[in-house]
């Protein structure tokens, strides 16, 4: 006579039991899983990010000035041609009514420059260094006597705290309208070019690249006549 089997099955959806110190290692892993990152972690992860954009941020500042100074240079180069084709026929002082209000009003429509004011007041900022308050960072054009002729013979365009980043680059582009040029920096005043002095000091680049100091502390005065 054959045995009867009596033992339990399970079905095939049943799970085995588990034993209570397995089950409660299982739970404990799927926990450690969940936890995600530790506040520790958050502030190290913060503190990192926070530290490389500080250090972007002047990178950042420098290649946008660099990248603004051929329009600013260009506009400037055709104001002061422009200027100078008004003038024909205006005698030995053609400049003498020039002031920033003429530059203002040719670089109003302008996306290069920022033009605040109304009237004699106005300010054209030209964004390549300086803080745009006051005479802080901005442009300004008036008469000047050049050669010995009277005031109004020449006009000067002077650009305030203008930064290293555009420094070199800038006086390369304006050379080309100017007669004469001037760079204020921390270091002091300096003659870049004079094409009426005798004999005549001529451009270059290299020197200018030098002479120009750190920050925002360089100021142009380009002669034209």
Do not use: W
Not at 195 to 200: E, H, V
């Amino acid at each position: 006579m054959s045995s009867v089997d009596l033992t339990p099955r399970c079905p095939a959806h049943c799970q085995p039991v588990r034993k209570h110190g397995s089950y409660t290692k299982s739970r404990r892993t799927a926990r450690q899983r969940q936890a995600g990152f530790s506040l520790v972690e958050v502030a190290i992860v913060t503190a990192i990010i926070l530290l490389v954009a500080i250090l972007g941020i002047p990178a950042i500042g420098t290649y946008v000035i660099e990248n603004k100074v051929p329009k600013v240079g260009e506009a400037l180069q055709r104001f002061a041609i422009r200027t100078k084709a008004n003038a024909q026929g205006g005698g030995e002082t053609p400049y003498a009514g020039v002031s920033t209000v003429a530059l203002a009003h040719a670089v109003s429509e302008s996306s290069v420059f920022d033009v605040s004011g109304t009237g004699s007041r106005r300010v054209v900022i030209h964004g390549l260094g300086g803080s745009g308050q006051g005479s802080n960072g901005v442009v300004t054009v008036a008469p000047v006597a050049v050669g010995g002729s009277g005031m109004g013979s020449g006009f000067a365009l002077t650009l305030s705290n203008v930064s290293h980043a555009a420094c070199p680059a800038l006086a390369s582009l304006m050379q080309g309208v100017a007669t004469r040029m001037t760079l204020n920096s921390a270091t002091g005043g300096l003659l870049l070019m004079d094409r009426d002095a005798t004999p005549p000091v001529p451009y270059r680049a290299a020197h200018a690249a030098s002479q120009c100091s750190q920050g925002d502390k360089n100021t142009f005065v380009f002669t034209v006549r």
